[in-house]
């Protein structure tokens, strides 16, 4: 069985203007969401439809704010940086202090979450387990992260940062990434879908000849709305697990 995992997270604040220097209260908010999350007790999970509704599990998988850095000081487990840097984009400078971002904390050990302004629409983007240490980790949108101060409806629920760390932790796209119903995420408790769903869609959504239920686009692992992304299913929590059991058990030793 699995243990519950306490993941250390280092929220590295890099901002340009005063309004990207998010709260204090707005990094716990995220957390907060993190950990409901991964828990399964975020109460919208009530809509998800009756037959999908015993699937969400807790994941044992929850975060907390480092007390200590890398030298074993205490810290807040956030760290604020100015850049001169308008935005970002997904190629990594916000993860350089040479680059105007800001250097991660040794990433085998902790969960590295970048907070800044991205270019492009972009909410957010995340780094498989096996990529590179040093730019090993999540960034999220000043307007993505937490539940109030700068989050802006409709990604104010914090599940950008859920999302991406289901990438993080090994997830892929519950559509597979590609546009042929033969794309698949590799886990078997979640239909075979054509291709992401936008917004708030109505349920049942067929395709791929997955119905009557259709995609499961209340999916963490969908594009929907915040408000509409509400669970994992058991075998992305086992992928999840396995990842912190193989590639990322540094983070939970
Ligand atoms: N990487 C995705 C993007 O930037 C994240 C989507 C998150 N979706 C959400 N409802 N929060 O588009
Ligand atoms: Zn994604
Ligand atoms: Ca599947």
């Given amino acids: 069985?699995?243990?519950?995992?306490?993941?250390?997270?280092?929220?590295?604040?890099?901002?340009?203007?005063?309004?990207?220097?998010?709260?204090?209260?707005?990094?716990?908010?995220?957390?907060?969401?993190?950990?409901?999350?991964?828990?399964?007790?975020?109460?919208?999970?009530?809509?998800?439809?009756?037959?999908?509704?015993?699937?969400?599990?807790?994941?044992?998988?929850?975060?907390?704010?480092?007390?200590?850095?890398?030298?074993?000081?205490?810290?807040?487990?956030?760290?604020?940086?100015?850049?001169?840097?308008?935005?970002?984009?997904?190629?990594?400078?916000?993860?350089?202090?040479?680059?105007?971002?800001?250097?991660?904390?040794?990433?085998?050990?902790?969960?590295?979450?970048?907070?800044?302004?991205?270019?492009?629409?972009?909410?957010?983007?995340?780094?498989?387990?096996?990529?590179?240490?040093?730019?090993?980790?999540?960034?999220?949108?000043?307007?993505a992260f937490g539940t109030q101060g700068t989050a802006e409806p409709p990604f104010d629920l914090g599940r950008t940062c859920t999302h991406e760390v289901g990438h993080y932790l090994n997830l892929r796209h519950i559509w597979g990434d590609t546009e042929h119903c033969f794309g698949s995420d590799s886990i078997e408790d979640t239909p075979t879908q054509q291709l992401p769903n936008y917004n708030k869609p109505l349920f049942p959504h067929i395709s791929c000849n997955n119905g009557p239920h259709g995609d499961m686009f209340m999916n963490y692992m969908d594009y929907v709305d915040d408000d509409t992304m509400v669970m994992f299913t058991p075998g992305q929590v086992a992928r999840m697990r396995a990842s912190l059991m193989g590639p990322r058990a540094g983070l939970i030793n």
């Fill in 1 to 143: 069985s699995f243990p519950t995992a306490t993941l250390q997270v280092v929220v590295h604040i890099v901002y340009e203007t005063e309004e990207q220097n998010i709260s204090d209260l707005q990094v716990l908010s995220q957390i907060e969401v993190l950990n409901r999350d991964f828990s399964s007790t975020n109460p919208d999970k009530s809509a998800i439809p009756a037959v999908w509704g015993d699937l969400p599990m807790d994941s044992g998988i929850r975060f907390s704010l480092a007390s200590r850095d890398p030298e074993d000081k205490p810290t807040s487990g956030i760290i604020r940086t100015k850049t001169a840097m308008r935005g970002f984009d997904h190629l990594d400078s916000v993860k350089f202090s040479a680059r105007g971002g800001s250097d991660a904390w040794p990433t085998d050990r902790y969960l590295n979450i970048w907070v800044c302004n991205l270019h492009g629409g972009l909410l957010g983007y995340a780094q498989f387990p096996g990529g590179p240490r040093e730019t090993d980790g999540v960034v999220i949108l000043y307007k």
